[in-house]
C-alpha cells in the first residue's frame, strides 16, 4: 500500500485529498475538482485571516498589561499558579495605587465574581437536596397515574421540552392560558365552592318560602272539642261589633 502511494503523482494524490475531503461529492469533471479546491483555500485563507487578527488584538492586550502578559508567561513556562499570580499582583498593585476608579472597579468586579460563585453554589446546593425528593415525587406520579418506565419516560420528555421552551422564551397564547389557569386554579375552586354554598342556601330558603305559602293557604278548621272558630271581623266594624257578634252566635249554638 505505501508503494502504492509512493507511486502516485503530486496530481493524483491531490485528487485524493479533495476526495477524501469532500465524499459526497462525485467530481465528474475537472471543474468540480477546480471549484471545491478553490473552496478549501477560501476557508483556510479565512481561518488564517482571524488567526491573524486575533493575535494582533491579543499582543495588544499584553502589551498595555505587563503583569498579565507575565502571568500567561509565567504559566506556559510551568510556574505554579499561586507564583505566576505574583507578578499580576505586583502589577494590579502598581496600578491601583492612588487611583480610586481602578480601586473601584477593581473591588465590584470582585465581588461580582464571589456573588456569582455563592450563587452557583447555592443553586448547586438546591439541586442536590431536591434530587432524592424529585426522585420520590416522580415514582408516586407514575405509581397514581398508572404510568410504566416507558411512558413516565416519554410525559418526562414532554415537561423538558415545556422547560427548554420556557428557557428559550418560546412563549405562545396557548402557553400564558395554562400558566394562568394553574396560578388561579385554588382561586377559581374557592370561588366555585363558595357559589355552591350560596345557590344551596338560596335553594332551601325557597323551598322554605313555597313550605310557608302552602301551610297559609289552608282553611281554618275547628278542633276536635267542638269548639267554633270565630269568622274574621268585618271589613270597617270594631271590636265590640265583633265581640258582639261572636256572643250572639254562641248563643244561637246552645
Given at each position: 500500500?505505501?508503494?502504492?502511494?509512493?507511486?502516485?503523482?503530486?496530481?493524483?494524490k491531490?485528487?485524493?485529498g479533495?476526495r477524501?475531503?469532500?465524499p459526497?461529492?462525485?467530481?465528474?469533471?475537472?471543474?468540480?475538482?477546480?471549484?471545491?479546491?478553490?473552496?478549501?483555500?477560501?476557508?483556510?485563507?479565512?481561518?488564517?485571516?482571524?488567526?491573524?487578527?486575533?493575535?494582533?488584538?491579543l499582543?495588544?492586550?499584553?502589551?498595555?498589561?505587563?503583569?498579565?502578559?507575565?502571568?500567561?508567561?509565567?504559566?506556559?513556562?510551568?510556574?505554579?499558579?499561586?507564583?505566576?499570580?505574583?507578578?499580576?499582583?505586583?502589577?494590579?498593585?502598581g496600578l491601583?495605587?492612588?487611583?480610586?476608579?481602578?480601586?473601584?472597579?477593581?473591588?465590584?468586579?470582585?465581588?461580582?465574581?464571589?456573588k456569582?460563585?455563592?450563587?452557583?453554589?447555592a443553586?448547586?446546593?438546591?439541586?442536590?437536596?431536591?434530587?432524592?425528593?424529585?426522585?420520590?415525587?416522580?415514582?408516586?406520579?407514575?405509581?397514581?397515574?398508572?404510568?410504566?418506565?416507558?411512558?413516565?419516560?416519554?410525559?418526562?420528555?414532554?415537561?423538558?421540552?415545556?422547560?427548554?421552551?420556557i428557557?428559550?422564551?418560546?412563549?405562545?397564547?396557548?402557553?400564558?392560558?395554562?400558566?394562568?389557569?394553574?396560578?388561579?386554579?385554588?382561586?377559581?375552586?374557592?370561588?366555585?365552592?363558595?357559589?355552591?354554598?350560596?345557590?344551596?342556601?338560596?335553594?332551601?330558603?325557597?323551598?322554605?318560602?313555597?313550605?310557608?305559602?302552602?301551610?297559609?293557604?289552608?282553611p281554618?278548621?275547628?278542633?276536635?272539642?267542638?269548639?267554633?272558630?270565630?269568622?274574621?271581623?268585618?271589613?270597617?266594624?270594631?271590636?265590640?261589633?265583633?265581640?258582639?257578634?261572636?256572643?250572639?252566635?254562641?248563643?244561637?249554638?246552645?
Amino acid at each position: 500500500m505505501a508503494d502504492q502511494e509512493q507511486q502516485l503523482t503530486n496530481r493524483q494524490k491531490w485528487e485524493q485529498g479533495l476526495r477524501r475531503k469532500y465524499p459526497e461529492q462525485s467530481f465528474e469533471n475537472e471543474d468540480d475538482l477546480f471549484a471545491a479546491s478553490m473552496n478549501g483555500y477560501d476557508q483556510e485563507h479565512d481561518t488564517n485571516k482571524r488567526f491573524v487578527a486575533d493575535n494582533k488584538k491579543l499582543y495588544e492586550i499584553l502589551n498595555s498589561n505587563p503583569g498579565v502578559s507575565l502571568f500567561i508567561s509565567a504559566l506556559m513556562g510551568g510556574e505554579s499558579p499561586a507564583r505566576a499570580f505574583s507578578y499580576l499582583q505586583e502589577q494590579l498593585d502598581g496600578l491601583s495605587d492612588g487611583d480610586e476608579a481602578f480601586n473601584e472597579e477593581y473591588l465590584n468586579a470582585v465581588n461580582e465574581y464571589k456573588k456569582q460563585r455563592e450563587s452557583e453554589a447555592a443553586h448547586n446546593e438546591k439541586v442536590l437536596a431536591n434530587k432524592e425528593s424529585a426522585a420520590q415525587s416522580l415514582k408516586d406520579f407514575a405509581a397514581e397515574k398508572g404510568m410504566d418506565e416507558n411512558q413516565l419516560a416519554e410525559f418526562m420528555s414532554k415537561v423538558e421540552e415545556f422547560l427548554t421552551g420556557i428557557a428559550n422564551l418560546e412563549i405562545s397564547h396557548d402557553f400564558l392560558d395554562m400558566i394562568y389557569n394553574y396560578i388561579n386554579r385554588e382561586s377559581d375552586l374557592s370561588t366555585a365552592k363558595e357559589i355552591g354554598r350560596v345557590q344551596g342556601r338560596n335553594e332551601k330558603i325557597d323551598a322554605q318560602k313555597a313550605k310557608t305559602r302552602n301551610t297559609d293557604s289552608l282553611p281554618d278548621l275547628p278542633s276536635g272539642s267542638g269548639t267554633i272558630v270565630p269568622e274574621k271581623e268585618d271589613e270597617g266594624g270594631t271590636f265590640l261589633d265583633g265581640a258582639l257578634k261572636n256572643y250572639e252566635r254562641r248563643h244561637r249554638n246552645i
